[in-house]
């Protein structure tokens, strides 16, 4: 049981759990925006029959095929999509390219073979063809 403890009390279980509550409240957050504001502004200015996305629907041999619903988590999923592209992925994209610009390189390529041998080799260790140190160039 303290091994089932120790796992559940690990820093990354417990931010994944977090993470999950405020994504789902997120969700249900935008949902509501789509469904109580967004689509009812696009259904009032485009003038159909009902103000509420949800209801917009046709039947075709008895089935019903609700597009409207579909129309209200398209949306969604899009607003979605884009706060977590423009406040999650494109600053963590600068931060790490930040990180890699400032690091000194340590490898370089083979000008024979091209591959990856350490700055300072004097010879490639894929086809030993010699090389010239970082250290030692003009």
């Known amino acids: 049981m303290g091994g089932f403890k120790k796992f559940l009390l690990r820093g990354n279980i417990v931010e994944l759990a977090v993470a999950v509550i405020v994504g789902a409240t997120f969700s249900g957050l935008v949902q509501a925006l789509v469904t109580d ?3 009812p502004l696009i259904g009032a200015l ?3 029959r009902q103000p509420d996305f949800a209801k917009y629907s046709f039947t075709v041999n008895g089935s019903e095929f609700k597009y409207g619903d579909f129309l209200n988590h398209l949306l969604a999923f899009l607003i979605i999509a884009a706060v977590v592209y423009w406040l999650v992925i494109t600053p963590m994209t600068r931060l790490v390219s ?3 610009r400032d690091q000194a390189a340590t490898t370089k390529q083979c000008p024979d073979c091209l591959s990856e041998v350490p700055v300072e080799a004097r010879r490639c260790a894929h086809c ?3 090389l010239v140190p970082q250290s030692e160039q003009p």
Do not use: A, H
């Open 37 to 39: 504001l967004i689509t």
């Open 46 to 48: 485009t003038g159909g």
């Open 98 to 100: 930040l990180f890699e």
């Open 128 to 130: 030993t063809v010699e």
